[in-house]
């Protein structure tokens, strides 16, 4: 019997968790990436990043003499069904979830992931392969086994496989035949108290019970519905709701292009990246999701205001970074990295992302504990470090490694830290606070229009006093640095299109940086042009080049970073919260709206 897929040729992949964790699984319905027991844990499932040391690193159920597979989510949840058929017309449908439900006025998340495998036509022959590694795929974890269950002794966790198929055939990776449905609970070292079957049965109704209402509240719009649904769900799954975190991906280490050195652990929380899941979230109503990053933010240890770029899933704010070497990398493309050196930046707009992302705190009034005095009082001194920051260099939300300069978006964010506050102020009455930043930040807009707007070319530049390009300009209007009708910003926008644009995908910027030059497009960005397109009344154009890039997604309707510009192969990190957040917003801008349904 042979294996289905040595490793992945793409991500193909879907993605399911609970806020406890996340696991990647391929178009075969092999589990090839998940980190145990959190998202920025050790890589349990790492077949994804090729083991070197060991055979394994992945969790399958394998159909004999298959010949096809197709894949698709349960409608509006993340439980992802998988078909896989034979060449005798044989054939059998794995249902795999992360169980999540409201229990005891909380929510029930183990790290723990159910498996159901239910024979669907003929005699299928299975064998089922558990094969974690510990230790980054450096070791084989000792296993212990009993009447109805496997242990994984992983270091600082244990694992255990409860399953009512014969022990020995799990084991030993027997090949048998599948003449009824089988149940696998992979999970925390507990003893079941109940049949396995009944209990993947009740968490399965449970688990789909709960992601159908909270897919119910989400005020998505008229037009690519499942588009927006399967998003907003993939941003949430990359919340790590023990402490609020937002991770930048999943994953460590996709190579943004082939055998490129531009490769990065993203497991981590990117304060610019999780503030714009928490706005695109808002908008779609799912205000938790801001609370509870704001509880993480509220719990960093910020020593007056000053704030990394990113942080552990933790709150961690040393992420050393350094090569593994028991893992060959995504399709053998190595380095592996553990850690992210961007921790040791300054990257200014950090300030007024963590401002915006608070802003609604303060009028939303469906939340129950609205932003106040005193929770103003806590954003003033973010709002005095943005303005002793916004003229000063840093290395951008691109995180340059070798340069240094005033960018212009960091500046504008800093600018937009200080607006807010302002409103904030203004909408709480406190005055003299209003007039304070609304000051402040007059003059920061006055001194940014300045030096960034390029007279001699005619539009915005990516630095104070440059003459360069880069996407992140798209975003001047939709901050409310200027008016999406302001002939510099059309004229700006114009400018991208023709020097960034390739076919329908952006790149982030042209200029070679310590890497060289880049080779992909950066998908967020072509969500920005997009919006950009549609402020300025070319709603027609940004549709049809939404619709193309729709079509870029994966077949379960997911994106990574980076898209390559003539095949459309995906690139970088997966699933990956930039693109996803990029796909929601533009979706609410361009969608008709629901009037039009009746």
Not at 90 to 117: C, S
């Amino acid at each position: 019997m042979e294996a289905t897929v040595a490793r992945p040729a793409s991500l193909d992949l879907g993605i399911v968790g609970n806020g406890s964790i996340a696991l990647l699984i391929d178009a075969h319905g092999r589990v090839v990436w998940g980190c145990i027991p959190a998202f920025d844990g050790d890589p349990t499932f790492c077949a994804l990043l090729s083991p070197r040391l060991h055979p394994g690193g992945d969790y399958a159920v394998e159909l004999e003499n298959q010949v096809s597979a197709e894949q698709a989510y349960v409608p509006n949840t993340a439980i992802l069904r998988t078909v896989l058929r034979d060449a005798d017309g044989g054939a059998v449908e794995i249902t795999d979830f992360a169980p999540r439900w409201h229990q005891n006025e909380r929510f029930y998340r183990p790290v723990m992931l159910m498996r159901k495998v239910r024979p669907l036509a003929g005699l299928p022959r299975i064998r089922v392969r558990v094969r974690p590694l510990a230790d980054y795929g450096a070791t084989l974890p000792e296993t212990t086994w009993g009447s109805n269950h496997i242990r994984y002794l992983l270091p600082g966790f244990t694992l255990r496989l409860t399953s009512d198929a014969p022990v020995r055939m799990l084991r030993d990776e027997l090949p048998f035949v599948l003449d009824h449905d089988l149940h696998l609970v992979l999970g925390p070292d507990e003893t079941l108290t109940q049949p396995v079957a009944d209990f993947v049965r009740h968490a399965e109704e449970k688990t789909t019970a709960y992601w159908r209402e909270w897919v119910r509240y989400l005020s998505i719009p008229l037009e690519w519905q499942q588009a927006v649904i399967r998003s907003a769900i993939t941003l949430k799954l990359c919340q790590y709701e023990e402490t609020g975190a937002i991770v930048a991906a999943i994953t460590t280490s996709i190579p943004e292009a082939p055998h490129t050195a531009r490769n990065w652990d993203y497991r981590y929380c990117w304060l610019r990246d999780a503030a714009f899941v928490v706005r695109a979230l808002n908008r779609l109503g799912a205000t938790r999701s801001m609370e509870e990053y704001l509880r993480y933010v509220g719990n960093l240890a910020a020593n007056e205001g000053l704030l990394q770029p990113l942080y552990g899933i933790g709150f961690e704010s040393r992420l050393a970074e350094d090569e593994v070497a028991a893992l060959a990398g995504y399709r053998g493309m190595g380095p592996v990295r553990r850690g992210n050196l961007a921790w040791l930046q300054k990257q200014h707009d950090v300030y007024g992302s963590v401002v915006l992302a608070a802003t609604q705190l303060f009028f939303d009034q469906r939340l129950i504990r609205m932003g106040d005095e005193a929770t103003f009082q806590r954003l003033e001194p973010l709002g005095e470090r943005a303005y002793a920051l916004y003229d000063q260099p840093d290395a951008g939300l691109w995180e340059f490694r070798g340069r240094t300069e005033v960018h212009t978006y960091s500046s504008v964010m800093c600018w937009a830290a200080c607006d807010r506050l302002a409103k904030i102020a203004a909408h709480l009455g406190l005055g003299e606070r209003a007039a304070f930043w609304r000051g402040r930040a007059d003059a920061m807009h006055t001194r940014i229009t300045d030096h960034a707007y390029n007279a001699e070319l005619g539009y915005f530049v990516e630095a104070l006093d440059g003459h360069r390009l880069d996407a992140s300009l798209l975003l001047l209007a939709e901050l409310g640095f200027v008016a999406g009708d302001d002939p510099r910003f059309a004229r700006t926008v114009d400018a991208i299109g023709e020097r960034l644009r390739r076919g329908d995908a952006l790149f982030r910027y042209v200029a070679p940086d310590d890497f060289g030059a880049p080779e992909t497009s950066f998908t967020v960005c072509t969500f920005w042009y997009i919006d950009a397109l549609a402020m300025l009344g070319r709603k027609d154009e940004a549709r049809a080049l939404f619709e193309r890039i729709l079509a870029r997604r994966n077949p379960l309707g997911l994106l990574s970073e980076d898209l390559e510009f003539d095949q459309g192969e995906a690139w970088g990190n997966f699933p990956q919260t930039y693109s996803h957040v990029g796909l929601i917003n533009a979706a609410m801008r361009l969608s008709r709206p629901w009037q039009d349904a009746a």
